[in-house]
């Protein structure tokens, strides 16, 4: 339903869809994620749920909480699996990584629509981060081009964060395996509701 829309169409169809919603069961199908970000974003109250096709084409149906949670789950289903050989584990990294800067982007556009900010100009904002550390910037500090001062501020405000971040760059680029893979993804799921909590929907 939003192929082809830009940001402020795309919000214009969650604000009508949540309208609808409030006397009628609305679903909406699709592979495009901007409809449920800009769900998200808004805060609209929606239940997403995930077509997951498996092994010998069984299919899952998965209920996803947010972007952030989508992420974490899939970091998870591979750091818990077993007999993984260490060239899979790889993925964890960037799985991880990916969920940061959804965490990022969601607290962003949280702040942004708070201060009164247009969908589209929220959405041009966070077009702008291309690496972690810009993100983490844009969120804590609220300028993507201060990535340089985030590991300082990360020491002061969140010191056992700094590995975390550290191990998703490095990790996300092949440069080194965990150790515990586990531990690893708990710290940054801590990380990615410190940056944006969870809220109900």
Same mark, same amino acid.
């Given at each position: 339903?939003?192929?082809?829309?830009?940001?402020?169409? +795309?919000?214009?169809?969650?604000? +009508?869809?949540?309208?609808?919603?409030?006397?009628?069961? *609305?679903? +909406?199908?699709?592979?495009?994620?901007? $409809?449920?970000?800009?769900?998200?974003?808004?805060?609209?109250?929606?239940?997403?749920?995930?077509?997951?096709?498996?092994?010998?084409?069984? *299919?899952?149906?998965?209920?996803?909480?947010?972007?952030?949670?989508?992420? =974490?789950?899939?970091?998870?289903?591979?750091?818990?699996?077993?007999? $993984?050989?260490?060239?899979?584990?790889? *993925?964890?990294?960037?799985?991880?990584?990916?969920? $940061?800067?959804?965490?990022?982007? =969601?607290?962003?556009?949280?702040?942004?629509?708070?201060?009164?900010?247009?969908?589209?100009?929220?959405?041009?904002?966070?077009?702008?981060?291309?690496?972690?550390?810009?993100?983490?910037?844009?969120?804590?500090?609220?300028?993507?081009?201060?990535?340089?001062?985030?590991?300082?501020?990360?020491?002061?405000?969140?010191?056992?964060?700094?590995?975390? *971040?550290?191990?998703?760059?490095?990790?996300?680029?092949?440069?080194? $395996?965990?150790?515990?893979?586990?531990?690893?993804?708990?710290? +940054?799921?801590?990380?990615?509701?410190?940056?944006?909590?969870?809220?109900?929907?």
């Amino acid at each position: 339903p939003v192929q082809a829309m830009d940001p402020s169409k +795309v919000e214009g169809l969650a604000r +009508v869809l949540e309208r609808a919603a409030r006397e009628r069961q *609305v679903v +909406v199908l699709t592979h495009d994620t901007r $409809l449920a970000d800009a769900v998200d974003y808004l805060g609209i109250r929606a239940t997403r749920i995930e077509v997951v096709r498996g092994e010998n084409s069984s *299919v899952e149906l998965r209920r996803v909480h947010d972007a952030v949670g989508r992420y =974490l789950d899939d970091a998870r289903a591979v750091a818990y699996s077993e007999g $993984l050989p260490p060239e899979a584990a790889r *993925v964890i990294p960037g799985f991880c990584r990916q969920a $940061l800067e959804a965490a990022c982007a =969601l607290a962003v556009t949280r702040r942004m629509l708070h201060e009164g900010k247009r969908y589209d100009e929220v959405q041009t904002a966070v077009a702008k981060p291309t690496t972690l550390k810009m993100w983490l910037a844009l969120a804590l500090l609220k300028d993507a081009d201060r990535g340089g001062d985030v590991a300082d501020y990360l020491r002061r405000q969140h010191s056992w964060a700094v590995d975390i *971040v550290e191990d998703c760059n490095r990790g996300a680029h092949g440069s080194r $395996l965990l150790r515990d893979m586990k531990g690893f993804v708990n710290g +940054v799921e801590k990380l990615a509701r410190e940056i944006a909590p969870a809220t109900d929907g």
